[in-house]
T-cell receptor, first 115, second 112 residues
Framework: DTGVSQDPRHKITKRGQNVTFRCDPI?????LYWYRQTLGQGPEFLTY????????KSRLLSDRFSAERPKGSFSTLEIQRTEQGDSAMYLC?????????????FGPGTRLTVL | GQQLNQSPQSMFIQEGEDVSMNCTSS?????WLWYKQDPGEGPVLLIA?????ELTSNGRLTAQFGITRKDSFLNISASIPSDVGIYFC????????????FGSGTQLTVLP
């Protein structure tokens, strides 16, 4: 399978704990994105990497959130001191610009539940 | 910020029927994307539209990029049970082409 992969698929944690999610993009894609999706809504943009550089961040990405892509391949998203409001599906996507198109392909997501 | 309004919010149809759903915006989009999401999974790209007026098909699915650039529709012909899911329209944000703005989705249920 050469699609975007995410790990873990599900995470249950207690309020106040730290959690880290991993995303492996499609191998030839140099762009990587994180989105958050709450129940009944479409995904909302969090942040974007081109290679290892984090170029864009949404104001949704509070100080408790940090994302890295150290070697321009896989990425991690860490949430510190989790709150119940952080419960959501965290989606990763990747893309590679070809000509004028830059289509984002999504992974299966990590479902976070904060108790 | 930009908003995409999808309608209907939900649909219940009989297997074999055709389905139509649409997406509108108050601002112009240069790209329209249609994704399908199954429960517990990430969105899967169905069709991408890049030019106003463009009509593109993918099997039983057909999507059009509105002439005004402010709307798009998706048609599914001869629905089957595996068409069940949530359909999202999406497009690049006006602030950044890398940030996709999504509609709130159309939940499709296909009855046998």
């Amino acid at each position: 399978d050469t699609g975007v992969s995410q790990d873990p698929r599900h995470k249950i944690t207690k309020r106040g704990q730290n959690v880290t999610f991993r995303c492996d993009p499609i191998s030839e894609h140099n762009r990587l994105y994180w989105y958050r999706q709450t129940l009944g809504q479409g995904p909302e943009f969090l942040t974007y990497f081109q290679n290892e550089a984090q170029l864009e961040k949404s104001r949704l990405l509070s100080d408790r959130f940090s994302a890295e892509r150290p070697k321009g391949s896989f990425s991690t998203l860490e949430i510190q001191r989790t709150e119940q409001g952080d419960s959501a599906m965290y989606l990763c996507a990747s893309s590679q610009r070809t000509g004028t198109t830059d289509t984002q392909y999504f992974g299966p997501g990590t479902r976070l539940t904060v108790l | 910020g930009q908003q995409l309004n999808q309608s209907p919010q939900s649909m219940f149809i009989q297997e074999g029927e055709d389905v139509s759903m649409n997406c509108t915006s108050s601002s112009i989009f240069n790209t329209w994307l249609w994704y399908k999401q199954d429960p517990g999974e990430g969105p899967v790209l169905l069709i991408a539209l890049y030019k106003a007026g463009e009509l593109t098909s993918n099997g039983r699915l057909t999507a059009q990029f509105g002439i005004t650039r402010k709307d798009s529709f998706l048609n599914i012909s001869a629905s089957i049970p595996s068409d069940v899911g949530i359909y999202f329209c999406a497009g690049p944000s006006s602030g950044s082409a890398r940030q996709l703005t999504f509609g709130s989705g159309t939940q499709l249920t296909v009855l046998p």
